[in-house]
C-alpha cells in the first residue's frame, strides 16, 4: 500500500506535484562569509555584527534571475528567509530598523523576490525565525551568541520575552498581509529541551501565531517547527535522508527533505564540501521515491548573486530534470521493490526505476515479471528489452543471470551506462496484470 497522508489545514495538493523547491538563506552573514551562525559560533556581539548591517549593499541583487535559475533547475517553488536568526530583516518592516531599507541597499528586498518567483511561476514560501539574536528583548539562553558573557546574562532580567513574542507576531502578520498569496511559512525553530532558556510553544504562543497564520492566509502550508504537535502541513527533515516515508506517530504524513550544496546555509566561501549534481539529483530522486520533496538551498554572496558553483549545480541538475520530469513531478513512491542501488517513483501506470549504479547487462525487478507491457530509458526513448519469463526456468544464462522467481523481470541493459547524472528506466505497467506484458519484446 502506498501511504495516503490524513489531510491538513493547508492546501498540499500543489506541493507534493511540485517535488522540488529552492531554498535561498540571504541575509548580513553572506558578508561574513562563513556560515549562517557566525554571530552565534563566535559569540559576536551587536557591535561587532554591525559592520555587516552597515557594509550590505548587494549590488548584484538580481531576483529575476535567482528565479530564473531555480526554475531552470527544475523547481516548481522558492522560500527565502525574510528573517534568520541574526534579526536581519529583508523586507521593509514597520516595527523594526534593523531591516534592509536602512542599510545600503536602501530598499525592501523581500518584493522583488516574491514578484520574481510569480513571474517565474513559482509558488513562494517565507521562512522566518523563531529566534532572535538582535532583538533588545529576546533573552540570552543556551544558545544565544552572547551565552558566555556574564554581564548580558545578568541583564536578562530587563529582557521581556512577551513583547519580543509580540513583535515576532507582529512581523509574521506584516508577512501575510504585505505580500499577496503566500503559499508556504517556514518556520525555524523550537527548542523546548535546551536546558538553559529552552523555548517552544509556550514562549512562541504557537497556537495563537499559528491561528493568525492560518487566518490570514488560508490554504498555507505550515511546517514542523512551532513545536506544536498535529498542527503541521509537512514535516522537515534537515540535512539527513530518512529511511523510507516520513511518519508522525506511526501515520504517513507530507515531508520535505532540506539540503544544502555545500553543508552551509548562509553564503560560506571557504567551504568547500559541495555536494556533485549527481549526489543532489539522488537526493532528490531519493525523496520522491519515499514520497518526499526537496528544499535544495542555495546562499547567495553579499552582493546578492548566486555564486559561480552553485550556478552550475543547479544548471547540471537543471539537463536531468528536464529530461525527466515525468519521473518526478507528482510522482509518489511505489510498492514495488527496487533491486539494489536503485529507486523506484510512480507516477499512475508509470513506475521509474532510477539506477543509481550501473549494473553489467542486466538488472531484475523482483514481482515485476508479467506486469510490464513496454520499456524505455526516459532520457531518450530507446526501447530497453526484456527477457520473457517464460524461458527462465529453461534457459541455462536465465538461470545464471536473473533471479530464481518466476516473478523476476529481467531488463538487459547496454554496456555503456548512459550519460546522464541517473539513468531511468520508464516502465508501463500493464494494468490487466493478464502478463501480455511480457510477450511483445
Ligand atoms: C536550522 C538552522 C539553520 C537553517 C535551518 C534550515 O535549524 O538553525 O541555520 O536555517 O535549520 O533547515
Redesign the pocket.
Known amino acids: 500500500m502506498i501511504p495516503r497522508p490524513a489531510p491538513t489545514a493547508g492546501d498540499t495538493a500543489w506541493f507534493v506535484e511540485a517535488r522540488f523547491g529552492l531554498f535561498v538563506?540571504w541575509g548580513l552573514y553572506a558578508l561574513p562569509a562563513r556560515h549562517?551562525?557566525v554571530k552565534q559560533r563566535e559569540r559576536l556581539t551587536d557591535a561587532a555584527y554591525h559592520p555587516y548591517f552597515a557594509r550590505f549593499e548587494p549590488d548584484r541583487y538580481d531576483p529575476v534571475a535567482w528565479a530564473r535559475d531555480a526554475r531552470a533547475a527544475g523547481m516548481r517553488y522558492a522560500v527565502i528567509t525574510t528573517k534568520?536568526?541574526e534579526g536581519f530583516c529583508l523586507w521593509d518592516s514597520a516595527l523594526t530598523d534593523y531591516k534592509a531599507p536602512n542599510t545600503p541597499a536602501g530598499r525592501d528586498l523581500l518584493r522583488p523576490f516574491v514578484d520574481a518567483c510569480r513571474a517565474e511561476g513559482l509558488r513562494v514560501g517565507f521562512y522566518h525565525s523563531l529566534i532572535d539574536w538582535h532583538h533588545p528583548d529576546f533573552p540570552v539562553d543556551g544558545l544565544h551568541p552572547q551565552r558566555d558573557d556574564e554581564g548580558a546574562r545578568a541583564a536578562n532580567a530587563g529582557r521581556d520575552l512577551g513583547r519580543y513574542v509580540d513583535y515576532l507576531h507582529g512581523q509574521v502578520r506584516e508577512l501575510l498581509t504585505g505580500y499577496g498569496p503566500i503559499d508556504i511559512i517556514w518556520f525555524?525553530?523550537s527548542y523546548p529541551d535546551l536546558v538553559w532558556g529552552g523555548k517552544g510553544r509556550d514562549a512562541w504562543r504557537s497556537a495563537e501565531l499559528l491561528a493568525t497564520v492560518r487566518e490570514l492566509q488560508p490554504g498555507i502550508l505550515v511546517n514542523d517547527r512551532l513545536d506544536l504537535p498535529g498542527s503541521a502541513d509537512f514535516v522537515?527533515p534537515?540535512q539527513e535522508q530518512p529511511r523510507g516515508w516520513v511518519t508522525v506517530g506511526g501515520a504517513p504524513v507530507v515531508w520535505e527533505a532540506?539540503q544544502t550544496l555545500n553543508g552551509s546555509?548562509g553564503y560560506d566561501r571557504d567551504n568547500l564540501d559541495w555536494k556533485s549534481p549527481e549526489q543532489l539529483v539522488r537526493l532528490l530522486v531519493d525523496s520522491v521515491s519515499k514520497g518526499g520533496n526537496l528544499l535544495l538551498n542555495v546562499g547567495p554572496t553579499g552582493r546578492g548573486a548566486f555564486d559561480p558553483r552553485a550556478r552550475a549545480t543547479l544548471a547540471a541538475i537543471g539537463e536531468w530534470t528536464d529530461l525527466h520530469g515525468r519521473a518526478l513531478y507528482g510522482a509518489t513512491a511505489s510498492e514495488a521493490t527496487p533491486p539494489p542501488d536503485c529507486r523506484y517513483t510512480r507516477r499512475g501506470d508509470r513506475l521509474y526505476l532510477h539506477l543509481f549504479a550501473w549494473p553489467f547487462r542486466h538488472v531484475h525487478l523482483d514481482g515485476l515479471a508479467g506486469k510490464v507491457a513496454y520499456a524505455q530509458f526516459l532520457h531518450d526513448a530507446s526501447e530497453v528489452k526484456r527477457q520473457p519469463p517464460a524461458l527462465h526456468p529453461s534457459r541455462p544464462l536465465s538461470d545464471t543471470v536473473s533471479a530464481a522467481s518466476r516473478d523476476t523481470l529481467t531488463l538487459e541493459l547496454p554496456v555503456q551506462r548512459p550519460d546522464v547524472l541517473v539513468p531511468v528506466v520508464e516502465l508501463f505497467l500493464d494494468g490487466n496484470g493478464d502478463g501480455d506484458g511480457d510477450s511483445g519484446r
Do not use: A, I, V
Open positions: 538563506h549562517e551562525w534568520h536568526h525555524d525553530f522537515t534537515e532540506c546555509w
